[in-house]
């Protein structure tokens, strides 16, 4: 993986991504997953 590649996980270094790729191979596909999913702001009243 060349280093322009890996700045879209822009949050992790070229290291995390390779232990991710080693240790969960399916992370992508559930990063995509999750990035589909709606977000939005819930107000919990205590």
């Known amino acids: 993986m060349n280093r322009n ?6 949050t992790h270094n ?3 991504v390779a232990l ?3 240790h ?3 992370w ?4 995509q ?5 709606p977000v939005r702001h819930e ?3 205590y």
């Open 5 to 10: 590649a890996s700045c879209h996980y822009y």
């Open 14 to 16: 070229a290291r995390f």
């Open 20 to 22: 991710m790729d080693q």
């Open 24 to 26: 969960h191979p399916k």
């Open 28 to 31: 992508r596909s559930h990063q």
């Open 33 to 37: 997953t999750l990035n589909r999913l």
């Open 43 to 45: 107000s919990w009243g």
